[in-house]
């Protein structure tokens, strides 16, 4: 399947932009972060899957694209 201009017929290549900024999302600037609703496995997951792009990042990410500090629990 192609996504195509319906006035020329022409494909397009569709890229993901940031809408704050207007810069495409691609990596390494840019990594998936786990979601206020995530589980504390799925908070993990991606913490550690970050780190190498993102030091020190372990932040959640509201819906509206705000980011939250994890709140650290006591072992």
Excluded at 14 to 30: N, S
Excluded at 38 to 61: L, M, W
Aim: aromatic residues 4%; charged residues 30%.
């Amino acid at each position: 399947m192609l996504l195509v201009n319906t006035k020329t017929g022409d494909a397009v290549d569709p890229i993901l932009v940031d809408r704050a900024t207007g810069r495409p999302i691609k990596e390494p600037e840019y990594a998936f972060a786990a979601g206020p609703a995530a589980s504390e496995r799925t908070r993990r997951k991606y913490a550690s899957a970050n780190r190498a792009t993102v030091p020190g990042k372990q932040d959640s990410i509201t819906a509206d694209g705000k980011r939250t500090a994890r709140k650290r629990t006591a072992k």
